[in-house]
C-alpha cells in the first residue's frame, strides 16, 4: 500500500521512498555487497581485514533494519500481510540483535556468532528481486502438491524393499556389509537404501550379498541371483523412474508458470493492480470508492485498464463492458480485478454464468456478503449504472438550478 497525503506528510514522503525504484536497487546492492563480505571470511585473517568486515556487516545491519521500519511508518499493520516483509522483518530483528550484542561483547563471542549466521538467510532476498528466481521458486511451490503424492508412493516402494531386504538378507557381512551398513533390521535395510538410490557402493553390497560360503550347510541365505534382480529392480524404480517423474512435473509446472508470465496478463500487471488500488485504499480495506474507478482505470492503462485518452463517453461504455458489482459507492477489490482480467482474456459470460461466478466469489471472501447490494428491478446494479444515474442526476440539478 501507499499512503496518500491524507495519512500525514510524513508517511507520505517516506511511502514515496521505499516504493521507489531506486530504493529497491539500493537494497539490492547492500545485499550484494553483504555477501561478497561473508564470502571473503576466512581463517587467519589479518586484523585489519577483520575490522573492515565487522564495519561493513555492521553497516549493512542498520541499513536493514531502517528499511523496515521506514516500511513500517509508511505501511504500519499492513506490512505483514506480505509474506516477504515478514521475512526481511525477522532477519532485522536477527540484525539489531547482532548490533546490540556486538556492542557489548566481542564480535568473537559464541553468542554473537550464532546470531550472525542468520546473515547468510539475507542471500534469499534477492529470489524477491530476480524475476527468473522468482519464477523458479514459484515453480517449486507450485509442484508441492503433485510432488507430495510421488513422496508417498517412494516411500511405500522404500517400505517394500527395506521389509523384503531384511527377510532375505539379514545377517549377511562382507566387504562393504559392515556392522554400520548391513540389512539386520528395518531402519538400517532403509538406510542402505537410501545410500543405494544415491548409487554409492551399491554394487559392491550387490556382490557381498552374491556371495555364498562354499561350506554352508543350512541357512545360506537366498540364491546369488535374489541380489542382481533385488537391486536392479529397485534402482530402475526408485532411482530412475521416480526421478525421471519429478523432473516430468516440475518441468511442466515451469511451463505453465512461464506461460502465465508471457500471457496477456502477467503477474507484473497483477502487482500494478494491487499497487495502483492501494493508492485509493491505502488501509487495505479491499473496498475503494466508486468514483474512483475511473481514475484507477487510467492509472493502470492497458491490458487491465484503458487508455488516458478516453473521453466520458468511452470511458463509460468500456465500464459497462466491465460489468462490475456497485455497493451504494463502493466496489470490491476481486469484483473490480476479476473483471478486468476477463475482458482482456477476451472471455465472454452470460449473465447467469457472470451471477455464478459471483457467488463463488462471496464463498471465498465473505467480506463481500457484508456490503450493501442495491437493485432496479430486480437485477443488481453494475458500476456503469452508477455513473449513468449520476451524470443524469448532475445534469437534472444544472437545469433546476
Not at 545485499?31 to 586484523?47: E, G, R, W, Y
Not at 470508492?289 to 470511458?315: A, D, H, K, W
Request: aromatic share 14%.
Amino acid at each position: 500500500p501507499n499512503p496518500g497525503i491524507k495519512d500525514g506528510r510524513f508517511r507520505y514522503v517516506v511511502g514515496k521512498v521505499v516504493n521507489h525504484v531506486y530504493f529497491d536497487r539500493f537494497i539490492l546492492a547492500t545485499i550484494f555487497v553483504n555477501i561478497v563480505v561473508m564470502a571473503t571470511d576466512h581463517h587467519n585473517a589479518d586484523q585489519l581485514w577483520v575490522d573492515l568486515s565487522y564495519k561493513v556487516d555492521t553497516a549493512c545491519s542498520i541499513i536493514f533494519i531502517l528499511e523496515a521500519a521506514a516500511k513500517l511508518t509508511a505501511w504500519k499493520t499492513t506490512y505483514f500481510r506480505d509474506p516477504w516483509n515478514r521475512f526481511d522483518f525477522i532477519l532485522a530483528v536477527f540484525a539489531l540483535f547482532a548490533v546490540i550484542l556486538q556492542g557489548i561483547f566481542s564480535s568473537d563471542a559464541a553468542g554473537t556468532s550464532a546470531v550472525k549466521i542468520v546473515r547468510i538467510f539475507r542471500t534469499v532476498r534477492l529470489l524477491r528481486l530476480s524475476k527468473g528466481l522468482r519464477i523458479l521458486l514459484e515453480t517449486l511451490w507450485y509442484s508441492l502438491p503433485y510432488l507430495s503424492n510421488i513422496f508417498l508412493f517412494l516411500g511405500m516402494i522404500f517400505f517394500i524393499y527395506s521389509t523384503l531386504g531384511v527377510s532375505l538378507f539379514k545377517g549377511r557381512r562382507g566387504e562393504f556389509l559392515t556392522y554400520h551398513t548391513n540389512f539386520d533390521n528395518f531402519f538400517s535395510a532403509l538406510h542402505v537404501l537410501f545410500r543405494t538410490s544415491t548409487g554409492e557402493d551399491w554394487n559392491g553390497i550387490m556382490h557381498d550379498l552374491k556371495t555364498t560360503d562354499p561350506d554352508c550347510v543350512s541357512d545360506c541365505g537366498p540364491a546369488p541371483w535374489v541380489a542382481p534382480i533385488y537391486f536392479i529392480s529397485f534402482l530402475l524404480i526408485a532411482a530412475q523412474v521416480m526421478l525421471n517423474l519429478f523432473i516430468a512435473i516440475i518441468l511442466d509446472n515451469f511451463s505453465t508458470t512461464v506461460q502465465i508470465e508471457r500471457s496477456k496478463i502477467s503477474l507484473k500487471d497483477l502487482n500494478n493492480f494491487v499497487h495502483n488500488w492501494s493508492f485509493f485504499d491505502s488501509e487495505a480495506t479491499l473496498i475503494m470508492p466508486t468514483m474512483q474507478l475511473p481514475n484507477l482505470l487510467t492509472r493502470l492503462g492497458p491490458p487491465l485498464g484503458v487508455s488516458s485518452q478516453f473521453t466520458r463517453l468511452e470511458l463509460l461504455q468500456q465500464i459497462g463492458m466491465f460489468r462490475i458489482p456497485e455497493h451504494g459507492g463502493i466496489v470490491h477489490f476481486v469484483e473490480v480485478l476479476i473483471p478486468l482480467a476477463r475482458r482482456s482474456f477476451g472471455i465472454q459470460l452470460s449473465e447467469e454464468e457472470v451471477l455464478v461466478q459471483e457467488q463463488g466469489w462471496r464463498e471465498y471472501f465473505p467480506g463481500i456478503c457484508d456490503l450493501p447490494v442495491l437493485k432496479y428491478r430486480r437485477r443488481r446494479v453494475t458500476v456503469d449504472q452508477f455513473f449513468a444515474a449520476s451524470y443524469i442526476a448532475a445534469a437534472h440539478r444544472r437545469l433546476k438550478a
